[in-house]
């Protein structure tokens, strides 16, 4: 089986690199998400939502642990827990859109580093 994954933009922010701890300073600050100009009409009223999936790739982790301990000191599996040490180094965060401007969304809640290829981005829709 083929897996075909496009890079659609990258994350772009003061965050360079980050311990532990700084995930929840990193969610309180604002980053923008620059989409590839050959993606940019996937935005199209994007605006209407006000909160966003957007799924990236852990592009500087660099292997995993199949248990971990978490930030509170728990020991938990992989999949239970959010570290950026994964088998498929895929991350995904729910962001609060500030802002379209182009094909830059502006948004917080992003615990992305600077530079993080930019996966998908999917609205976050409530079942009703």
Same mark, same amino acid.
């Given at each position: 089986?083929?897996? @075909?994954?496009?890079?659609?933009?990258?994350?772009?922010?003061?965050?360079?690199?980050?311990?532990?701890?700084?995930?929840?300073?990193?969610?309180?600050?604002?980053?923008?998400?620059?989409? @590839?100009?050959?993606?940019?009409?996937?935005?199209? *009223?994007?605006?209407?939502?006000?909160?966003?999936? !957007?799924?990236?790739?852990?592009?500087?982790?660099?292997?995993?642990?199949? *248990?971990?301990?978490?930030?509170?000191?728990?020991?938990?599996?992989?999949?239970?827990?959010?570290?950026?040490?994964?088998?498929?180094? !895929?991350?995904?965060?729910?962001?609060?859109?500030?802002?379209?401007?182009?094909?830059?969304?502006?948004?917080?809640?992003?615990?992305?580093?600077?530079?993080?290829?930019?996966?998908?981005?999917?609205?976050?829709?409530?079942?009703?």
């Amino acid at each position: 089986m083929d897996l @075909k994954i496009e890079i659609i933009g990258y994350v772009h922010n003061e965050w360079e690199s980050a311990e532990p701890g700084d995930t929840d300073r990193m969610k309180e600050s604002i980053s923008t998400i620059e989409v @590839k100009e050959q993606f940019a009409d996937a935005l199209y *009223r994007i605006e209407k939502h006000s909160e966003l999936n !957007i799924l990236f790739y852990f592009d500087r982790s660099d292997d995993y642990e199949l *248990r971990t301990v978490t930030r509170s000191g728990e020991v938990r599996g992989v999949f239970a827990c959010c570290t950026p040490r994964r088998p498929s180094m !895929i991350g995904m965060t729910t962001v609060r859109l500030l802002r379209v401007e182009e094909n830059t969304l502006t948004v917080t809640g992003l615990d992305a580093l600077n530079n993080t290829p930019v996966l998908d981005i999917k609205p976050v829709v409530t079942s009703r």
